[in-house]
């Protein structure tokens, strides 16, 4: 049985809720009988605010956003962006850090969208030779918790090549990485009503080479339907940038932060 880190609740599974056309809502029941679930009663941003911050511009739900977790995407963080959206999983060069903000941008955005709809955020760490690429998924945007332990090792048994999960606390990526307001809360009401970005991730993993390591990460997003549906509306989002500069003194260059 898979064990999480000491010191850390056990968090569980589920999957659901979010804007239209971008995913099936309530509970997804497996071939196997199993059914997945995500919380409906907690704080949750839109996936229109995420959207928003990502090119700058102010969020309508305070919260969504914080000046301390930069959301801005640059062009080539952007186009990565679109294609996690529609392939159900994000695909970085290592921590997907970005020196130049101290922080990791697109992963930020990713997860926030993840959390906006109620789904496990996938993401494929790629490694400078591709024979040790990780592939994370982080329960953390599901928010229940309750069986986490089944879920995992349903997870395990029902995804192909998925035998060897493992618990990680932070898949590799750096505490700083992470963002200066990440928080282990082990309060049950934080996950009902705390921005994404105040709780700690939990990351699941597995460790591959390049060619195997995308297609589990294919399969996790079969598991957990993490994938859009509405291909054409998320093209047509990234091509309406609107018409925002970014403020002169601002290292994380958030607008609208409402935290």
């Known amino acids: 049985m898979l064990r999480p880190r000491s010191g850390f609740r056990a968090w569980l599974v589920v999957l659901g809720a979010a804007a239209p056309g971008l995913a099936p809502q309530g509970a997804l029941r497996l071939a196997s009988g199993f059914s997945v679930a995500s919380r409906k009663d ?23 956003g914080s000046r301390g977790v930069p959301h801005r995407l640059n062009e080539d963080e952007r186009q990565l962006y679109d294609i996690a959206r529609r392939k159900g999983f994000l695909e970085v060069g290592g921590s997907g850090w970005r020196s130049q903000r101290r922080e990791a941008p697109l992963g930020n955005t990713y997860r926030s969208f993840c959390d906006a709809r109620g789904c496990a955020s996938i993401v494929v760490h790629k490694s400078q030779d591709g024979n040790e690429d990780v592939v994370a998924v982080d329960l953390s945007p599901l928010r229940l918790p309750e069986t986490f332990d089944k879920v995992v090792a349903r997870c395990a048994a029902d995804v192909a090549g998925a035998s060897d999960a493992q618990v990680d606390g932070d898949a590799g990526v750096s505490e700083e990485a992470l963002g200066e307001e990440e928080m282990e809360l082990d309060s049950g009401d934080a996950w009902e009503t705390q921005p994404i970005y105040h709780l700690a991730p939990f990351y699941v993993t597995w460790t591959r080479p390049r060619s195997e390591a995308k297609t589990l990460a294919k399969e996790l997003a079969a598991f957990f339907e993490t994938a859009t549906k509405d291909k054409g509306k998320a093209r047509r989002g990234s091509a309406r940038k609107p018409k925002v500069k970014p403020g002169k003194s601002r290292r994380h260059g958030g607008y609208g932060i409402g935290g």
């Open 42 to 64: 907690c704080w949750r941003p839109t996936v229109d605010d995420v959207d928003r911050i990502s090119w700058g511009k102010p969020a309508k739900k305070k919260g969504t």
